[in-house]
């Protein structure tokens, strides 16, 4: 069936540095990727999305591209803020007709420190 | 605004007593789903319905009930509460199934005793 594995956490970072947080899936056929974040004591809200091969998902500075050939879809940012402390989770969206809606990673906690 | 709304948002209980937490979108949206969400799991989803009458179950169903009687309301049931089922739980809205954005509740935690 559908999977998505997610980088462990913890991740603690200095405000500025670069995000990389890893997502790689397996699926059948063309799945729909996303990320979707957490804020404290709220619930999910979609960060970004890509829905064919190659496509790159944006928002808020956040960036994905939906790479078809490792079957990975790991976000980026190139300067974190405190703001962005946060639950990270990417998201694999079926197509076929049948089961579930989305699949999800465990999910990675994202620290930003001043 | 749309929303999803959750009620209870906090819920401690005993084993055993039956409870229900309710769900309402005012989106229209035909896709509903619920999920419980519990450290290093991720977000784990029970049951999902495409549209008023129609409901199956996720990946977690047992112990617990659905009903979607109206377009708009999804409520989860619990039966019998066990401690097992101590979690945070989420509804979610979408238009469709797939591709589409899923908008999610604020949670609601339960914790049985």
């Known amino acids: 069936g559908d999977s998505v594995t997610q980088m462990e956490g913890p991740v603690t970072l200095s405000e500025e540095a670069f995000l990389t947080i890893n997502c790689t899936y397996t699926a059948t056929g063309y799945p729909s990727l996303f990320w979707y974040v957490q804020y404290p004591g709220e619930g999910l809200q979609l960060l970004l999305k890509?829905?064919?091969?190659?496509d790159k998902g944006s928002n808020k500075g956040f960036e994905a591209t939906y790479r078809k050939e490792t079957t990975s879809f790991h976000l980026e940012k190139g300067s974190v803020q405190v703001s962005d402390s946060a639950v990270y989770f990417c998201?694999?969206?079926?197509?076929?007709?049948?089961?579930?809606?989305?699949?999800f990673g465990s999910g990675t906690q994202l620290t930003v420190l001043p | 605004e749309a929303q999803v709304t959750q009620n209870p948002r906090y819920l401690i209980t005993v084993t055993g007593k039956k409870l229900t937490v309710t769900c309402s979108q005012n989106m229209n949206h035909e896709y509903m789903s619920w999920y419980r969400q519990d450290p290093g799991l991720g977000l784990r989803q029970i049951y999902y319905s495409m549209n008023v009458e129609v409901t199956d179950k996720g990946d977690v169903p047992e112990g617990y009930k659905v009903s979607r009687k109206e377009k708009r309301n999804f409520p989860l049931i619990l039966e019998s509460p066990s401690p097992n089922q101590t979690s945070l739980y989420f509804c979610?809205?979408?238009w469709g199934q797939g591709a589409y954005e899923q908008y999610f509740g604020p949670g609601t935690r339960l914790t049985v005793t």
């Open positions: 890509a829905t064919k091969a190659d």
């Open positions: 979610a809205s979408s």
């Open positions: 998201a694999l969206g079926a197509l076929s007709s049948s089961a579930r809606q989305l699949t």
